[in-house]
């Protein structure tokens, strides 16, 4: 049976040793939030998504870059 398939018992790999949040997507704690918009760029700040700000000058919800 070939177990470097994927298909073989589970192993070692049980808790602890994923991705991290997001399924391993995050895009860490640094970086800047665009507007869409009209290309203003702000700093991020940690533990606030970009989604929930809004743009200074225009008033767009903001992106992550």
């Known amino acids: 049976m070939p177990w470097g398939d994927g298909t073989g018992p589970p192993g070692p790999r049980g808790r602890g040793m994923g991705r ?9 704690p640094g970086g800047y939030c665009i507007c869409p918009s009209c290309g203003t ?12 700000l809004t743009c200074p000058k225009c008033g767009t919800r ?3 870059e």
Not at 20 to 26: D, H, N, Q, V
Not at 41 to 48: L, N, S
């Open 20 to 28: 991290g949040r997001m399924g391993g997507r995050g895009l860490g």
């Open 41 to 52: 760029r702000i700093p991020h700040k940690p533990g606030v998504p970009c989604y929930t």
């Open 62 to 64: 903001m992106v992550r």
